[in-house]
């Protein structure tokens, strides 16, 4: 009965995660899981902008903190995992840019490099290892068990300019992909996902200049990203029907 | 016994105390523990994740300090956790042990509790001065953050150090439930699973809100444990129909499973569950001890408790006292280390491992003989 429902209706009473939920793509993804019918607990800095978003879209669960400060970690993922009852899917999205404008590398302050891996990289491997056992215990109850870090094409090509963002990116494609071998034994998929180049505020500032009309609309690089999870899901509900 | 000082959840000279089916001892490394498991078992853990359940604040009628260590609560859903059972201490900190602490001011019902960004009314003294039960105001949500921000784990005046979060957190640690760690968990890590998964040992958990430890009062400390909520996830249900119906030992990780599972089972037995041991969210009351048949687990890890504690107690499920008895003095000569963070026991139930038959029908887990 419920697996059936799962099918028809993959999202219902998903239990998910996103942190960076109030702008650009992760705002995306929080508006259209909470219209799929998901449980959604999302994570952002400004706790004023948190609420506003918190408030338009009832059922949510928002929860303000820094992924790249260590303090907030544990207390993040005591929020997150007690409000939802456990965790299904974890979307690490919250990124920083590194150095604005963007800098030649030679330019970059060692700060805005420190950053830049604290919150793309660090911060994602610890509130990812803190949510870990949630994320197995959906795995092993057939629900899902899913991690997605929020890659770049800078990830894998290197742009001048880029430096602080696409080192930082390219350590979290790396780490995603030797963390799904790993993980893969205990049922937990992790996701490394380029979402493309969307007209998003951190788009902005990197390129001030670039035209909406050639970049995405995140809502259109959420939709894709929801199907690439769900895609995953079904395999641990046929695993988990035997 | 020597109590462990320091947090660490495993040192590499851990020790484990082994009893087998026939009472013999042997010791061993902690590390060493996948050997004493065969292909076919079942490892069943506790996957509760520790609330911070100290807060500290004032009582607000008459302004005084005071600690409010969270004891237990009457459900694990999500939505349902303003209402909580508690202990209230007096002014100081964790680094003055519980049964030294100055009493808290007189608690009436109705009393307002300020603890940092919460705020909780109390609504029931429960039969002593200061075991109450409290409710906290405002959205879930917002009790859920005050919690995880404001609250800190509840600490041990044995330790050299305050407790972070990440201390009482197994690996395994996924729903905030427990009060305190399920710290025989501890001795799991993520690979110690692969390595069972690969020698054929499947593992399973539940979720269990194993409750405070101690009160720093005898009357009280007799009241324990509470009542405790848990979930058993049907996942897990099936895992240890599979495993019983293959003729493998369900090894229970913590006195927490125990509790859990033999309750689930007891309740089967009594014939409230329609005849299967069911899935879902119980509350698991009483002790479990020397009287206590043991109808689903058949060996447990646990840490290494004192004579006299309820955890010890508990292991008179297991093993005759005679048994017992000598595990407690091979303990004490070599020793173990005792509380959260020290060595290890490996019980088996006392002449179940011989023969290895299933102790249960495959279809309904009816037990024979018990």
């Not at chain 1, 390129?207 to 641990?236: F, G, M, N, Q, T």
């Not at chain 2, 201490?89 to 608690?107: K, Q, S, Y």
């Not at chain 2, 090894?251 to 007891?266: C, F, M, N, Y």
């Not at chain 2, 879902?280 to 001890?289: D, M, S």
Request: charged share 20%.
């Amino acid at each position: 009965m419920t697996q059936n429902i799962r099918r028809q209706q993959p999202l219902r009473d998903l239990k998910v995660a996103i942190t960076g939920g109030t702008s650009g793509l992760g705002l995306a993804l929080v508006q259209q899981f909470a219209e799929a019918g998901a449980a959604v607990a999302f994570v952002a800095r400004d706790a004023a902008r948190l609420a506003r978003v918190a408030a338009s879209l009832p059922g949510t669960h928002g929860f303000p903190g820094d992924v790249a400060e260590k303090a907030d970690i544990y207390p993040l993922a005591i929020a997150i995992a007690g409000a939802l009852g456990g965790l299904d899917v974890l979307i690490n999205n919250a990124s920083d840019l590194g150095p604005v404008p963007l800098a030649l590398l030679a330019d970059t302050e060692c700060e805005d490099l420190e950053r830049a891996l604290a919150t793309n990289l660090v911060g994602p491997f610890r509130l990812t290892k803190a949510l870990l056992g949630a994320l197995a215990a959906s795995a092993r109850e057939g629900r899902g068990g899913i991690v997605v870090n929020i890659s770049s094409d800078a990830a894998v090509t290197p742009y001048p300019g880029w430096g602080a963002y696409g080192a930082s990116k390219a350590a979290l494609h790396h780490l995603s992909r030797i963390w799904q071998l790993e993980l893969v034994e205990a049922g937990i998929h992790v996701l490394s996902h380029d979402p493309g180049d969307m007209d998003t505020p951190l788009h902005a500032l990197a390129v001030p200049d670039a035209d909406p009309a050639l970049l995405k609309s995140p809502d259109d690089s959420a939709r894709e990203l929801i199907a690439a999870i769900a895609a995953v899901l079904p395999h641990s509900l046929v695993s988990s029907a035997r | 016994m020597l109590a462990a000082r320091e947090a660490i959840q495993r040192p590499r000279d851990a020790k484990l105390l082994a009893v087998d089916a026939a009472g013999r001892i042997t010791h061993h490394n902690r590390s060493a523990l996948i050997g004493l498991l065969r292909p076919g078992d079942l490892v069943v853990a506790n996957d509760a994740a520790t609330i911070p359940a100290s807060l500290t604040g004032i009582h607000e009628p008459t302004a005084a300090p005071i600690e409010l260590r969270l004891a237990a609560r009457a459900t694990l859903r999500p939505d349902d956790i303003s209402r909580f059972s508690a202990i209230v201490f007096g002014a100081g900190d964790w680094r003055i042990r519980t049964e030294d602490r100055p009493p808290p001011p007189p608690l009436r019902r109705g009393d307002r509790l300020l603890l940092g960004p919460l705020a909780a009314t109390i609504e029931a003294i429960l039969g002593h001065a200061r075991f109450v039960s409290v409710a906290f105001a405002g959205s879930t949500d917002a009790i859920w953050a005050g919690l995880a921000r404001h609250g800190r784990p509840i600490q041990y005046a044995h330790l050299s150090q305050a407790l972070a979060p990440w201390d009482v957190w197994t690996r395994i640690a996924g729903r905030p439930a427990a009060f305190e760690p399920p710290s025989a968990g501890f001795a799991l890590d993520w690979q110690l699973l692969a390595d069972l998964s690969a020698k054929g040992i499947g593992f399973a958990t539940l979720t269990h809100a194993a409750g405070i430890s101690s009160t720093g009062e005898d009357v009280l400390d007799a009241r324990l444990p509470l009542d405790e909520a848990y979930v058993i996830p049907p996942a897990t249900v099936a895992a240890i129909g599979e495993a019983k119906a293959r003729g493998g030992h369900v090894i229970a990780i913590g006195t927490t499973v125990v509790r859990a599972l033999e309750h689930a089972a007891g309740e089967h037995a009594a014939g409230r569950n329609g005849g299967a041991l069911a899935a879902g969210e119980g509350i698991a009351t009483g002790r479990i001890g020397p009287a206590t048949p043991l109808r689903i687990v058949d060996a447990i890890l646990s840490g290494v408790h004192e004579a006299g504690t309820s955890h010890f107690e508990l292991l008179g499920a297991f093993a005759g006292a005679e048994i017992l008895a000598a595990a407690d003095r091979a303990l004490n000569a070599l020793g173990y280390r005792t509380h959260e963070f020290g060595d290890s026991i490996f019980l088996e139930t006392s002449g179940r491992r011989e023969g290895r038959q299933p102790r249960f029908a495959e279809a309904g887990f009816l037990s024979r003989g018990k």
